[in-house]
């Protein structure tokens, strides 16, 4: 069974900081993605970044960059220069490109202090 | 906004009530999806559609009955449904099955509370 591990329920920074979300995910198939998605109050699932399992470079996005380990089965996330309107729940997730399941994890609570 | 529509936004109701939640994308998906979201809980994925036809109920009770008239439009049925019930339930769509690195569109949820 495919499974996706956040260990962190709640973290916090300062503004301006950089902060790394854990998530780490098992399955047997060799096709794969992840993702991570951003969840604010107010409840849009907003995708934040991807990560193709075949591709050994990070994915990057602005600010957002990922931290891809496959033999380590990790995938974690790293916001730099935190801002305020980076508070929320944030969700790891596993697609498998055979049944195109999504999978998540219980997420983590990131605060942003001022 | 992200292309998935819900509605009602929230909806209070009572054990004995049928009431129906609504999704709708105009995205060209093929897929579609139920998701329930509790507390301290991951996303458990319900019921999912791929081109019209229900591909996956994973033993959800049949108090909710899903309904997919269309690749567009996809419907969640309540019946007698219980406290316990009382969660967020998310809608997304996306591309099936094309090896796409597309994750899912969400909707914004119907905030259920079971009384």
């Not at chain 1, 935190?82 to 999504?102: E, V």
């Not at chain 2, 209070?12 to 009431?19: A, H, Q, S």
């Not at chain 2, 329930?36 to 019921?47: D, I, V």
């Amino acid at each position: 069974a495919q499974t996706v591990t956040q260990s962190q329920p709640e973290m916090s920074v300062q503004e301006a900081e950089t902060v790394t979300l854990s998530c780490t995910y098992d399955t047997s198939e060799s096709d794969y993605y992840l993702f991570w998605y951003k969840q604010p109050p107010s409840r849009q699932m907003i995708l934040v970044i991807r990560q193709e399992a075949y591709k050994q470079q990070n994915a990057t996005e602005n600010r957002f960059s990922v931290n891809f380990q496959k033999a380590a089965k990790s995938f974690s996330l790293k916001i730099s220069d935190s801002q305020l309107g980076d508070a929320a729940m944030y969700f790891c997730a596993l697609r498998d490109g055979a049944t195109n399941k999504l999978i998540f994890g219980t997420g983590t609570l990131l605060a942003v202090q001022p | 906004e992200t292309g998935v529509t819900q509605t009602p936004r929230h909806l209070v109701m009572g054990m004995t009530n049928k009431k129906s939640l609504k999704c709708e994308q105009h995205l060209g998906h093929n897929a579609m999806y139920w998701y329930k979201q509790s507390a301290k809980k991951p996303l458990e994925l319900m019921f999912v559609y791929n081109f019209k036809e229900q591909t996956e109920n994973n033993s959800v009770p049949s108090r909710f009955s899903p309904e997919c008239p269309n690749s567009s439009h996809l419907f969640l049925h309540l019946h007698t449904l219980q406290p316990e019930d009382s969660a967020l339930y998310l809608c997304a769509s996306s591309v099936p099955l094309d090896g796409s690195n597309y994750g899912y569109t969400f909707g914004s949820g119907t905030r259920l509370t079971v009384v």
